[in-house]
């Protein structure tokens, strides 16, 4: 009988290990989640005191005639798209020349890893200050160039462009040290094999480098979009949405609804709006990636 029991014991043992482990993911994942997939069917509001009641699909109905919700979606996409393919770009640019100088990548992963190791908030106020019209050191640039600076922050017109050009910043080195490794790890006689054959710099990237790279690029592309579609810190701390909610994107919208006008029902209906659009994109993505 002991034995039995210290074999059903040893049995149930690795159950009880990871218990704690899913007990916690269950606390501070799958409950909230659950709970906002139920307030966003009701009319919950923390400025009342009476129960929040059942309005089925009526929060996301009311998103269709809310043109704030559609300029957020607007501000999202173009900044998505836009800080997405100039991080792919560069960071491809760079990993190609990496890959042809051994000296340079050290170098360069040395210094392009210190954006990375900034934290959001720290980054925003850093660069506000350099945006700065009156002291910052961008108009101070420009005007060494005989250049007016404009109003970075506080025009509508450069607001958008000035928050992008942060985003590329700081995660341009991280789509260069996923393609970089991607590139390292390419097998190597199929290079030579090129170089036998005669095949130029350009056509070896093209025809070779490129199509093997492909997942990895896929998967940096990825990565970015999630992130920069639910952006969030960065653009609060420098600008909270504005000017004229030029820089508002889904996101900060969100926030405001939730914990600035305490409206948490639809709050969460924006919340799975931001889920349902990633999720669909990402799967996409996986697509591609499974084909590549």
């Not at 019209?133 to 640039?141: K, L, M, Q, T, Y």
């Not at 093209?206 to 970015?224: G, S």
Request: glycine share 6%.
């Amino acid at each position: 009988m002991p034995l039995i029991a210290h074999k059903q014991g040893s049995r149930w043992a690795p159950f009880w290990m990871v218990a704690p482990a899913v007990a916690f993911l269950l606390l501070i994942s799958i409950y909230p989640l659950i709970t906002s997939l139920y307030y966003s069917f009701t009319d919950f509001s923390l400025t009342t005191n009476r129960p929040a009641r059942f309005v089925f699909l009526g929060n996301f109905r009311s998103l269709l005639l809310d043109d704030r919700f559609w300029n957020a979606l607007k501000v999202t996409v173009i900044y998505t798209v836009g800080v997405v393919a100039v991080e792919m770009t560069i960071g491809l640019l760079l990993a190609l020349s990496a890959t042809r100088n051994t000296r340079f990548r050290q170098v360069a992963r040395s210094f392009l890893l210190v954006p990375m190791m900034l934290t959001p908030v720290v980054m925003g106020l850093m660069w506000k200050y350099m945006f700065n019209p009156e002291n910052g050191i961008v108009n101070w640039f420009l005007g060494l160039l005989r250049i007016a600076g404009p109003i970075w922050l506080g025009d509508p017109g450069p607001a958008l462009p000035a928050v992008m050009i942060i985003d590329v910043w700081q995660w341009t080195p991280f789509v260069f040290l996923i393609l970089s490794s991607g590139i390292a790890s390419l097998p190597q006689e199929v290079f030579e094999a090129a170089r036998v054959d005669g095949c130029s710099q350009g056509q070896t990237i093209r025809h070779i480098t490129l199509p093997l790279l492909t997942p990895f690029m896929l998967v940096a592309l990825l990565i970015r979009f999630i992130d920069s579609f639910k952006v969030f810190d960065t653009v609060y701390v420098m600008t909270r949405g504005g000017p004229a909610n030029v820089t508002e994107s889904l996101s900060i919208y969100t926030f405001k609804v939730g914990l600035n006008f305490f409206n948490m029902g639809y709050a969460a209906a924006l919340s799975y709006v931001i889920l349902i659009i990633i999720t669909i994109a990402s799967q996409q993505f996986v697509k591609l990636e499974r084909t590549a």
